[in-house]
């Protein structure tokens, strides 16, 4: 059983039904009786009894061993954060963003790919934000007047490809 909780209450209590468990599966143990007799006996020296074994000095229990179990608990889990740090630790994740339309090329980076972050921030900027992420793009071929010539031959430099950001995810 798997448990992913961020929740310190919902982790004890799948601890706890965890040792439950492991108790119950190794304290009771099967009772081992001697093989019945059928009245005879064996033949041979008598031995003495064996010693008995005093019995142990402390027989803890589950109530003691779960005892031992809450102390050592603190040491286990991670501290409980209070509200206002949980708060905290939200707002740093979830930073406040807005979507902005527009229409930016994506310049070509060093590898001839179209670098979309750089026009994503440009198109964030030119609204009044710090940085943007593209979430949407258009592509469009664009030619040269060449191309139109009647049976003229079309030539690989004659069009290319632009990139545009046409929405972005913007942050301060």
């Known amino acids: 059983m798997m448990v992913r909780s961020g929740n310190p209450a919902a982790r004890l209590g799948t601890l706890l039904s965890a040792v439950l468990l492991l108790f119950a599966a190794c304290g009771t143990g099967w009772a081992q009786s001697a ?8 033949q ?5 009894p064996p010693p008995s074994t005093p019995p142990p000095a402390e027989n803890p229990g589950l ?8 102390d050592k608990l603190p040491s286990i889990l991670p501290p409980i954060k209070s509200p206002s740090e949980t708060m905290n ?4 994740l979830a930073k406040p963003s807005t979507m902005v339309s527009g229409r930016t090329a994506c310049p070509a ?9 750089q ?6 900027q030119s609204k009044g934000y710090k940085e943007g992420k593209s979430l949407n793009a258009d592509s469009a071929e664009k030619c040269s007047a060449k ?11 004659d069009c290319r490809t632009d990139t545009f950001v046409t929405s972005a995810l913007c942050q301060n």
């Open 109 to 117: 980076s060093s590898n001839g790919a179209p670098d979309c972050k």
């Open 44 to 48: 041979g020296p008598q031995a003495a």
């Open 63 to 70: 109530i003691h061993e779960m005892g031992k179990l809450f």
């Open 89 to 92: 630790d939200l707002s740093r």
């Open 35 to 42: 093989p019945p007799s059928l009245g005879l006996q064996e």
């Open 119 to 124: 026009a994503a921030d440009q198109l964030c």
């Open 147 to 157: 191309v139109l010539i009647p049976g003229r031959q079309r030539k690989p430099d």
